[in-house]
Each structure stands twice: as C-alpha cells, then as structure tokens.
C-alpha cells in the first residue's frame, strides 16, 4: 500500500478528510489496496471553498502572463513527473499503462500548455461608439469559487479539464474527484502549488458525491457548479443549483453511434469501432457504443469487428502489451453484465464475449470485449448507457433510417460517420444531434476544439477557447463621451430645466 498523506488539499496542505467516513482507493485490476484514507466532511467542504474564496482576491488580479507562466512551469513539473502520474493513473483505474502513458498524461499536460497560452488571449470584442453618444466595451471577468466536480474514469482528464480553464480565466477551484480515484487529482493540485500557483488556488475535497459533492454544490459562495459524471445525479446537482441560481455546466453521459454508410471503407470502420468501442474497457462518454450499419456492409462488418476483438488482449494492466484492462470496480462490472443479460434474455445475439473472464483475470473486474447483433432499437442496451466494452451492431436501409436511429437516444455528446462522400460526410455533420461529430474516425479529442453535449448529455464546453465563456461573465460597460448635463434620451422623460 502507498503511504498516504490524505486526499485532501486544502489551502496548499495535504491532510487526510474530518469525517469518520474510510474509504480504500483500490487498483480494480487486481484488487489490490492503494491507499486508505478518511474522507471529507461538509466541514472540510467549507474550509477548502474558504480557502478558495480567499485566494480569488490576488489570483483574479493576477496577469495573463503571470498567471500563463504558472501554468507552464506546472506543465513542466507534471511532463517531469509523467511516468509516476502514468503509473498511478494505471492502477487507480484498472486502464492499461499504454492507454495512460500515451493519453491520459500527455493530453492533460497539453491541455495546461493549451490553457496558459489561452489565458493571454482572454480579450472583449472591439469597444465602440454604438449609440453614437456612448464608448461601449466588454469586460470578461472570473466569476470566483467554482465548485467542479469529476468522474472516475479518466480522473485526471476530467479534473484539468473543469481545473484548467477556470484558473486561467483567474477564478479559484474546489475540485472534487471520485473518491474511487482521487491519487492522481491531489498530485496535480500539489504540482500546481510547487509550480508557483498560489495556495487556495486549487483544492482538493476527496469524499462521497452524498456528502462533500452535495456540501459543495449547495455551499453559498460557490459561484458555479462544473459536473462531469452521469446524467442522474447531473439533474440533482442542477436542481441543488438552482436554488442559489448557481451557474452550471454540466458534461454528462454519452451513448455515440456509428454510422457506417455503404460507401465507407469497411477495414477503416472495423477498425475503428473496435477502438472507439473498446479504449479505456469503454468507460468513455464518447465510446462508439451503436453501430448502424448499412444493410449491403452489415454481415461482412459484423464478421470483422468480431475477428479483430479476437485479438485484444486482456491483462496486467501494468503489462505494456495489455490492451484492455479491468472495469473500474466489481460492482460495474456486474452491471455491465447484467445489462448483456437482459439483452441476451430480450433476444439479441451475444457474437462475441458476453463474459466474466476466468483465470488470473477473475480476481480483477474484468470483462471481455462485447459484440451484440439482433437488439430492439428500443431497447435498454441501445438506449442507455453501458459504460462498458460493448459494441451493438444494427442494420440500416437508408441514409434517412441512419440519421434517424443516431438521433435516438436521449443522449447526444459525440457521433461519427463513415463514409466515402463529401455528401453524406455533410449531412451527417449537420443532422446528427451530438456536441462532436466525427468523419471517418471516432474518439480523437484535442486542446484546441470544444467537448460538450445536446441534449441529455449536457450543456457547456470542456476544452477549447470556448470553455471561458463558461468560466467567465461578461459585463458591458458604456461610457458616455458627450460630458453634456441634458441628454436627448431624457426628454423620454422629462423636459424641464
Ligand atoms: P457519477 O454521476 O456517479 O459521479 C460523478 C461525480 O459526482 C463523482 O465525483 C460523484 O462522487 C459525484 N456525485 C454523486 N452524487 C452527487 C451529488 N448528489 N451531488 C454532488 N456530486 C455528486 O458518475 P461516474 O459513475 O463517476 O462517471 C461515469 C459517468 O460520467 C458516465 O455517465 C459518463 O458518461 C459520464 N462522463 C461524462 C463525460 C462528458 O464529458 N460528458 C466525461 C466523462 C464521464
């Protein structure tokens, strides 16, 4: 077991939580113990977003540049520390170290890069005179103590990226992570202090969603609530903020599907339905979870996809040639399983998988890669999120019956299009209803372009430029440039004098 200062990182120091509430951080993999620690009190809670509050006086004046050079020192200190982040990032999720060494760690650390670059480009549209009478300008200002609250299956991922672009638009954090899978969320909030951002800052609350997440959404001096997680509790911390009219922004679950036309490269779709379907045992919102398939293409897709989850190999998650590794905990797994039953049960084919793996494996929360033919469009393992390796395979007739059946689900974060024409790539973009639509591949995310959801899926932007119109408030300010005691608007009013 690692040795363990606590989860908590309040005010610059790491301690463990106030409650009387334990909890064991677990590599899901194996089973293993990593640390165990108290967890936060509503207590604690108010002391971290204290902190917070306090620290946003000096950050919030800070400059650009003071505030970019911080950041990329902390960049610095994290691509320093990648291997250790990579390894920790392994073993509190149970994902292979390929998937963290080659995805997890650098894009966190291209995103800080991305965000301090971004923090000295915050500017308003051009000020003018708009009423002829009147200079008007724009003024882009932190909005203070944003209480973000992350996911467990990309921890880290899901912590920059709520963490990121609220400090460099110059607020103050309290973040806080899955308690399944806090280890790596306080090491770069420890990071960030030794790279010179203030302390209260960044904060780290490790508890339960009941206790420090509900402590947290509903304190007073939270200015706003940023979610990542599912689209239950997205509706209870909304419904929380609504009572102090709290701004949110809400990233929630995913249920993508992939449309192959009859004119797309059949290796290319395979391919890339198998990786979309299976990265991170596809615990991904943006996983290709549906795919449509046109009726001409169906059988020798289906064959394909099979063929190559064949070859994906399960295993030690700290194994370099692992491909996929556990679930994050058993109870996921379970669910995962039982969703297939009750497919299997409702009629549809289990191709390939469908199972609870034997062997070494059993003793993590494995699950073998997924492949279900025959489901009902209107069925539980197409509508809702599995969260899960598993791929549904569905036919299609026309371009009309695919947009159609992409469109429903409830969800709407992300989607992807195969095909060999510009025409269809065009409509695809247009007509399917998700906040990222890809053509001819599925997954890649960048720095530089939005993450978001329609729909069930949520509303605002990770990543991008345009998170800051979340993180910020705009406010106009109008100057009147005639210096005259009677204005013509007045006699609206009064005309005397
Ligand atoms: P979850 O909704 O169970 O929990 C998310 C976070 O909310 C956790 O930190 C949890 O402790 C906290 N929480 C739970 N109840 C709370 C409450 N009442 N008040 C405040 N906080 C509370 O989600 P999860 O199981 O950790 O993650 C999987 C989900 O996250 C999936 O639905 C997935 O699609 C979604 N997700 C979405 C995105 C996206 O960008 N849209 C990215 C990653 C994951």
């Given at each position: 077991?690692m040795?363990s200062?606590?989860q908590?990182?309040?005010?610059?120091?790491?301690?463990?939580?106030?409650?009387?509430?334990?909890?064991?951080v677990?590599?899901?993999?194996?089973?293993?113990?990593l640390a165990?620690?108290?967890?936060?009190?509503?207590?604690?809670?108010?002391?971290?977003?204290?902190?917070?509050?306090?620290?946003?006086?000096?950050?919030?004046?800070?400059?650009?540049?003071?505030?970019?050079?911080?950041?990329?020192?902390?960049?610095?200190?994290?691509?320093?520390?990648?291997?250790?982040?990579?390894?920790t990032e392994?073993r509190i999720?149970?994902?292979?170290?390929?998937?963290?060494?080659?995805?997890?760690?650098?894009?966190?650390?291209?995103?800080?890069?991305?965000?301090?670059?971004?923090?000295?480009?915050?500017?308003?549209?051009?000020?003018?005179?708009?009423?002829?009478?009147?200079?008007?300008?724009?003024?882009?200002?932190?909005?203070?103590?944003?209480?973000?609250?992350?996911?467990?299956?990309?921890p880290?991922?899901?912590?920059?990226?709520?963490?990121?672009?609220?400090?460099?638009?110059?607020?103050?954090?309290?973040?806080?992570p899955?308690?399944?899978t806090p280890l790596t969320s306080v090491m770069?909030?420890?990071?960030?202090?030794?790279?010179?951002?203030?302390?209260?800052?960044?904060?780290?609350?490790?508890?339960?969603?009941?206790?420090?997440?509900?402590?947290?959404?509903?304190?007073?001096?939270?200015?706003?609530?940023?979610?990542?997680?599912?689209?239950?509790?997205?509706?209870?911390?909304?419904?929380?903020?609504?009572?102090?009219?709290?701004?949110?922004?809400?990233?929630?679950?995913?249920?993508?599907?992939?449309?192959?036309?009859?004119?797309?490269?059949?290796?290319?779709?395979?391919?890339?339905?198998?990786?979309?379907?299976?990265?991170?045992?596809?615990?991904?919102?943006?996983?290709?979870?549906?795919?449509?398939?046109?009726?001409?293409?169906?059988?020798?897709?289906?064959?394909?996809?099979?063929?190559?989850?064949?070859?994906?190999?399960?295993?030690?998650?700290?194994?370099?040639?692992?491909?996929?590794?556990?679930?994050?905990?058993?109870?996921?797994?379970?669910?995962?399983?039982?969703?297939?039953?009750?497919?299997?049960?409702?009629?549809?084919?289990?191709?390939?998988?469908?199972?609870?793996?034997?062997?070494?494996?059993?003793?993590?929360?494995?699950?073998?890669?997924?492949?279900?033919?025959?489901?009902?469009?209107?069925?539980?393992?197409?509508?809702?999120?599995?969260?899960?390796?598993?791929?549904?395979?569905?036919?299609?007739?026309?371009?009309?019956?695919?947009?159609?059946?992409?469109?429903?689900?409830?969800?709407?974060?992300?989607?992807?299009?195969?095909?060999?024409?510009?025409?269809?790539?065009?409509?695809?973009?247009?007509?399917?209803?998700?906040?990222?639509?890809?053509?001819?591949?599925?997954?890649?995310?960048?720095?530089?372009?939005?993450?978001?959801?329609?729909?069930?899926?949520?509303?605002?932007?990770?990543?991008?430029?345009?998170?800051?119109?979340?993180?910020?408030?705009?406010?106009?300010?109008?100057?009147?440039?005639?210096?005259?005691?009677?204005?013509?608007?007045?006699?609206?009013?009064?005309?005397?004098?």
């Amino acid at each position: 077991m690692m040795a363990s200062a606590g989860q908590q990182f309040i005010a610059g120091k790491r301690r463990p939580g106030g409650s009387a509430e334990q909890m064991s951080v677990t590599n899901p993999a194996t089973g293993e113990v990593l640390a165990t620690d108290t967890l936060a009190s509503p207590e604690d809670v108010h002391e971290a977003v204290t902190a917070a509050r306090h620290a946003f006086g000096d950050w919030s004046r800070t400059t650009p540049a003071e505030r970019a050079e911080a950041m990329l020192r902390w960049a610095d200190l994290l691509q320093a520390r990648g291997e250790e982040l990579a390894a920790t990032e392994s073993r509190i999720g149970g994902k292979p170290i390929k998937l963290a060494r080659g995805f997890d760690i650098p894009g966190v650390i291209d995103n800080v890069r991305f965000f301090a670059g971004a923090a000295r480009n915050l500017e308003g549209r051009s000020a003018g005179e708009y009423s002829g009478e009147h200079t008007s300008s724009i003024r882009r200002e932190p909005l203070g103590v944003i209480g973000s609250i992350a996911p467990w299956n990309y921890p880290l991922q899901m912590a920059a990226w709520k963490v990121l672009p609220a400090v460099a638009a110059g607020n103050t954090v309290v973040l806080k992570p899955s308690e399944l899978t806090p280890l790596t969320s306080v090491m770069f909030a420890e990071a960030a202090g030794e790279a010179g951002i203030p302390d209260g800052v960044i904060n780290v609350v490790t508890g339960t969603g009941a206790t420090a997440g509900h402590a947290l959404v509903s304190h007073p001096d939270i200015a706003m609530v940023s979610f990542t997680g599912s689209t239950a509790v997205g509706r209870q911390v909304a419904a929380t903020a609504a009572g102090d009219v709290k701004r949110v922004h809400l990233e929630l679950g995913g249920k993508a599907p992939f449309v192959v036309f009859e004119d797309a490269d059949l290796e290319a779709a395979a391919r890339g339905a198998v990786a979309g379907a299976l990265i991170n045992s596809g615990q991904d919102c943006t996983a290709a979870t549906r795919a449509y398939v046109h009726r001409t293409r169906y059988e020798a897709f289906v064959a394909r996809v099979a063929e190559l989850m064949d070859g994906v190999r399960l295993g030690p998650v700290d194994d370099p040639d692992t491909d996929m590794g556990s679930l994050i905990s058993f109870g996921q797994r379970d669910r995962v399983a039982a969703m297939v039953d009750r497919a299997r049960e409702g009629g549809a084919t289990v191709v390939r998988g469908g199972r609870i793996p034997g062997g070494p494996l059993s003793r993590g929360a494995y699950y073998e890669p997924t492949l279900i033919t025959g489901a009902a469009q209107d069925s539980e393992i197409v509508q809702q999120e599995i969260f899960g390796p598993v791929l549904v395979c569905l036919p299609f007739d026309t371009d009309d019956d695919a947009i159609r059946l992409a469109n429903d689900t409830p969800y709407g974060l992300a989607a992807s299009a195969w095909t060999g024409s510009v025409f269809r790539a065009q409509r695809a973009s247009r007509d399917i209803q998700a906040g990222c639509v890809w053509i001819n591949d599925h997954i890649p995310i960048i720095s530089e372009m939005p993450h978001g959801g329609y729909k069930a899926s949520g509303f605002g932007k990770d990543m991008s430029a345009y998170s800051f119109e979340d993180y910020t408030n705009v406010k106009h300010v109008m100057s009147e440039t005639t210096g005259a005691p009677r204005k013509s608007w007045h006699d609206l009013v009064f005309t005397s004098g």
